[in-house]
Antibody
Framework: QVQLVQSGAEVKKPGASVIVSCKASGYSFISYHMHWVRQAPAQGLEWMGMVNPNGGATGYAQKFQGRVTMTRDTSTSTVYMELSGLTSEDTAVYYCAREYPAAINFDFWGQGTLVAVSS | EIVLTQSPGTLSLSPGERATLSCRAS???????LAWYQQKPGQAPRLLIY???SRATGIPDRFSGSGSGTDFTLTISRLEPEDFAVYYCQQYGSSLYTFGQGTKLEIK
């Protein structure tokens, strides 16, 4: 069965960077784009960007351009999301989500990773 | 960027009642790229409906989606206790993915 397992919670200081990982299993890793979506406390869902595991091409929301980097490791079927220049507004749960190509939506989600930014 | 506006913000209903949730887009959306998700507290979102009207795997048939252009609807025909949650619509267009702000479905 499809599983997306994310790394554990992080606490960071303002200005620092964070890397969140998402390990995929149960399907052909390179056949599906992977996205990152975040959710601030008591807020809605916000799309951050995506990585194509087949080749590594990326696409980012304009809001995060220059501050986010998404990569993948095909040998371990893992995608990574690095966010730099953290502020308190980056405190959120970060989800990886697999794209269902026929309809371009998100059919499987990771369990979420809480990133808390606090001085 | 296409903005999705969901209404109402909160919907208070009783088990067994019918729920109708709305998602309005700021410009026309391809029906093929309109989806609905359910999110319960402390959980990741779950795909309910894709292509505006197709149920995802394992989703009960009391959930249905409809609409086209700028107006889309999620209907839950007879509410079960486990259906009380937050619901989001989402669209893809011009290489961008956007979500509505959500509708909270609460027990009356």
């Amino acid at each position: 069965q499809v599983q997306l397992v994310q790394s554990g919670a992080e606490v960071k200081k303002p200005g620092a960077s964070v890397i969140v990982s998402c390990k995929a299993s149960g399907y052909s890793f390179i056949s599906y784009h992977m996205h990152w979506v975040r959710q601030a406390p008591a807020q809605g869902l916000e799309w951050m960007g995506m990585v194509n595991p087949n080749g590594g091409a990326t696409g980012y929301a304009q809001k995060f351009q220059g501050r986010v980097t998404m990569t993948r490791d095909t040998s371990t079927s893992t995608v990574y999301m690095e966010l730099s220049g953290l502020t308190s507004e980056d405190t959120a749960v970060y989800y990886c989500a697999r794209e269902y190509p026929a309809a371009i939506n998100f059919d499987f989600w990771g369990q979420g990773t809480l990133v808390a930014v606090s001085s | 960027e296409i903005v999705l506006t969901q209404s109402p913000g909160t919907l208070s209903l009783s088990p067994g009642e019918r729920a109708t949730l709305s998602c309005r887009a700021s410009q026309s959306v391809s029906s093929r790229h309109l989806a609905w998700y359910q999110q319960k507290p402390g959980q990741a979102p779950r795909l309910l409906i894709y292509g505006a009207s197709s149920r995802a795997t394992g989703i009960p048939d009391r959930f249905s989606g409809s609409g086209s252009g700028t107006d889309f609807t999620l209907t839950i025909s007879r509410l079960e206790p486990e259906d009380f949650a937050v619901y989001y619509c989402q669209q893809y267009g011009s290489s961008l993915y956007t979500f509505g702000q959500g509708t909270k479905l609460e027990i009356k």
